[in-house]
């Protein structure tokens, strides 16, 4: 039993939220994708057992055909240390993550690669190269990322963000982020989103900047310039995920106590939830970037070999989702 399975078993359940018995969300990414065509992936700088053992374990279950991109005595030593058979997987040569993160860029805009994943570089390493106006893999949405959680005290499917990409987004940039994350659910089989949009309070209070964009995005969904989910907000945590709690305060919402999304007021209060809820709650998490050309499969350097297996999967699902596969 891996240690995350022994935190599950020990979480202490809040009683204000309904609790199913066990995970209930990556199986069924992992189910839809046995019915879907292996994407191609450049993996950008495997240079560790997790990040290595992950691109593996990804693509001998049919969700990526990988092109290794690192230092290729490098991984062919780790590869032989660890037990595992990469002689299958093209490899691209690369002394410096710097680039090995130019080459993974070029093959997603050259169509080479559907997405790419990171390895165990930098976050910031990495991102930097994908994000350049000229060279990278802009669009015109803002570029974002999605915490998919898998929790054993909420019984839907959870998406956090932004928690890894923009700092301190500003209302502009938030606009972009919600409907990034609204997007992404579709992908994953949500069809009308219940997105809270978080702060500390549920009143619009003029020295709190989250309560006043969280307002302004309401609105905004309402005339039609955010599509396809249902907003709310400003919302505390406790009223997004708990019917009871938001009943006590006296709040009727469709969102409140089933919150599919949560959009937090910045990168440190959304790191620190997702992070909260997979080492306090028992949680499992697969990470991605969105509005780039193709999605980016973007984890912690300490994340398990699982959590890039679900990560795959769903970044799988928003390849399909966006380029639906051709009927013979």
């Excluded at 002689?87 to 070029?106: F, H, M, N, Q, W």
């Excluded at 350097?301 to 928003?318: I, K, N, Q």
Aim: glycine share 6%; proline share 5%.
């Amino acid at each position: 039993m891996s240690d995350l399975a022994q935190l599950a078993e020990s979480v202490t359940v809040d009683p204000l939220v309904g609790h199913p018995a066990d995970y209930h969300v990556f199986h069924k990414f992992l189910e839809r994708c046995k019915q879907l065509p292996a994407i191609t992936t450049a993996v950008v700088w495997p240079l560790s057992d997790v990040a290595l053992r992950g691109t593996v374990e990804a693509a001998v279950a049919g969700l990526i055909k990988p092109t290794l991109i690192g230092d290729e005595a490098a991984m062919k030593a780790l590869a032989a240390k660890i037990g595992i058979d990469i002689s299958l997987y093209p490899i691209l040569d690369a002394d410096t993550e710097r680039k090995a993160a130019e080459l993974g860029v070029a093959m997603c805009r050259s169509g080479k690669a559907q997405a790419m994943m990171k390895g165990s570089l930098h976050t910031d390493e990495l991102m930097k190269v994908a994000m350049k106006a000229d060279t990278g893999l802009r669009t015109s949405r803002r570029i974002s990322h999605v915490f998919v959680m898998d929790t054993p005290a909420y019984p839907r499917t959870l998406l956090i963000t932004d928690a890894a990409i923009n700092i301190e987004p500003e209302l502009e940039d938030k606009i972009h982020i919600v409907q990034n994350a609204i997007d992404l659910a579709h992908a994953l089989g949500i069809p009308e989103p219940k997105v809270a949009l978080l702060s500390a309070v549920e009143t619009v209070n003029t020295k709190i900047k989250s309560t006043l964009d969280a307002a302004a995005l309401c609105k905004m969904a309402d005339r039609g310039q955010i599509t396809g989910g249902i907003l709310d907000g400003p919302l505390a945590f406790d009223t997004a995920v708990s019917v009871k709690a938001a009943k006590i305060k006296g709040l009727v919402s469709p969102v409140t106590g089933q919150a599919d999304i949560l959009v937090v007021p910045d990168l440190e209060s959304g790191n620190m939830l997702a992070k909260q809820l997979e080492y306090l709650g028992g949680a499992q998490m697969a990470g991605i970037v969105l509005g780039a050309r193709v999605p980016t499969i973007l984890t912690s350097r300490a994340d398990s070999a699982e959590t890039r297996l679900t990560s795959c999967a769903v970044a799988v699902l928003l390849h399909y989702a966006e380029h639906p596969v051709e009927k013979a």
